[in-house]
């Protein structure tokens, strides 16, 4: 009886010991940011262009996590990038005429939904829309119009030397 | 040449009878679970053999892993001017690749073996006959309670794996490299999500299905001598070695 005692209590400590090694593993290393407490409200913002916006990015306001993007999807009538935003119910007091820009985290960091408020006393609802938004900002545009201007510059001052020009867009 | 093939052939179909042995020896497992529930003491017995019996040599092994991995982690990273990102790079390794692997192959060595040699024994010395005789289904009493606890085991042991490891990442990492223990932990906490987790208990409880499902079956059905036994216990150690390295590609590409 003793004997069976001891393997017992030594089943419990192991049992015990795996499961705190679990909760170690689901609570202290974990992204716990990714998810929005229970009462969230949605946000819908629509875009030209989302770059590569996930599902779960952030959506922040002055650099705080308030929420996180839900869904992506495409709408054929409009022809735009509708993303539904979920936002925490904490952050209830986002005004109507707030911007939301898709920006980059670092230079080549995944990218999410900054919101910059507005000024407006009206705050928007649960299904609301932001008004103003701005497109995802793609580097290789940014590079195709620099190269523009700077090939045109160089054609103003005169600069003979055509050989190396590549084909602008 | 013709005697070549006749090998080969006679290989293959030992394979496939075999592969067909062990999944109907499962099935038989499986019916007798519920049964086997009814008798909690000897779960909690197999418990302790399977896990509690092998935490010595999972969290041992554990450390020096995460050692290990901090060193070269950082070796390659600072490579990169990177090295702060160590935190990631473990974390995810470990979660979604080593925890579960390496602790299902000490899993095997220690505690499949184990069981193999000791259902092995029990059947060389008429013990399983024996209840046979009594009308006691050997399967309901001695397979399914070791089963089990193999099974609850070894998702345990790979949380324990992997927790021990970080905190040895840690150790060389933060404490003898200098990498800042904030920037470590939130690296980590950054980039590990929640499926990092299930993928990594998801193949710990694969891995504890697959290899004490083998341990049980060569066991119970190796040749009941000496020699019968040290080879299916040789075997055990092989084949579930084998097989986990197999499903760990077949888990991987499904979590992908």
């Known amino acids: 009886m003793r004997q069976s005692r001891t393997v017992e209590l030594s089943a419990g400590m192991f049992v015990l010991l795996g499961f705190a090694a679990l909760w170690f593993l689901v609570t202290q290393i974990t992204n716990r940011e990714a998810e929005v407490g229970s009462g969230s409200y949605q946000l819908v913002a629509k875009y030209e262009n989302i770059g590569s916006l996930k599902v779960g990015a952030p959506v922040s306001m002055a650099g705080v996590t308030v929420g996180r993007v839900d869904a992506i999807s495409f709408d054929q009538t409009i022809y735009k990038a509708v993303v539904k935003l979920r936002i925490n119910p904490e952050f209830d007091r986002i005004p109507d005429d707030s911007d939301a820009s898709i920006m980059t985290a670092g230079l080549l960091g995944g990218q999410y939904i900054g919101v910059t408020a507005g000024g407006s006393d009206v705050f928007l609802q649960n299904g609301g829309q932001f008004t103003l938004v701005q497109d995802a900002f793609v580097l290789e545009k940014l590079i195709n119009q620099l190269a523009a201007t700077f090939l045109s510059k160089k054609d103003e001052s005169g600069d003979g030397s055509e050989s190396t020009e590549p084909a602008a867009k | ?256």
């Not at chain 2, 418990?47 to 390659?76: C, E, F, P, R």
């Not at chain 2, 990273?77 to 390794?93: D, I, K, N, Q, V």
């Not at chain 2, 925890?99 to 899993?107: D, M, N, S, Y």
Request: proline content about 2%; some cysteine; glycine content about 10%.
């Open chain 2, 1 to 256: 040449m013709m005697t070549l093939i006749k090998d080969l052939f006679a290989n293959a179909q030992n394979f496939v009878a075999n592969a067909g042995a062990v999944a109907l020896f499962f099935a038989r497992i499986v019916t007798q679970i519920p049964v086997a529930l009814l008798r909690p003491r000897l779960i909690i017995r197999q418990i302790h053999n399977a896990g509690g019996m092998s935490l010595i040599i999972i969290m041992t092994s554990a450390l020096v892993v995460g050692m290990a991995m901090g060193l070269q982690l950082y070796d390659v990273l600072a490579r990169f001017g990177s090295s702060e990102s160590l935190g990631t790079g473990a974390g995810l390794a470990l979660l979604k690749e080593l925890g579960p692997v390496l602790t299902a192959l000490l899993f095997a060595g220690r505690a499949g073996t184990a069981l193999t040699s000791e259902i092995g024994l029990m059947k060389a010395t008429d013990q399983l006959a024996a209840m046979e005789m009594m009308a006691i289904d050997s399967v309901r009493y001695v397979i399914v309670p070791r089963f089990l606890g193999g099974v609850i085991a070894m998702p345990l042991l790979t949380a324990v794996f992997i927790m021990i490891s970080l905190f040895g990442v840690q150790l060389v990492g933060v404490q003898q490299l200098g990498v800042d223990q904030g920037t470590f932990w939130s690296q980590l906490r950054g980039s590990v999500e929640m499926e990092n987790v299930q993928e990594a208990i998801v193949k710990g409880f694969v891995f504890g299905v697959a290899s004490t499902l083998i341990a049980v079956h060569e066991g119970f059905r190796c040749v009941p001598t000496a020699e019968g036994v040290g080879r299916a216990t040789t075997r055990a150690v092989v084949n579930s070695a084998v097989l986990v390295l197999i499903l760990d590609y077949m888990l991987t590409a499904v979590f992908f």
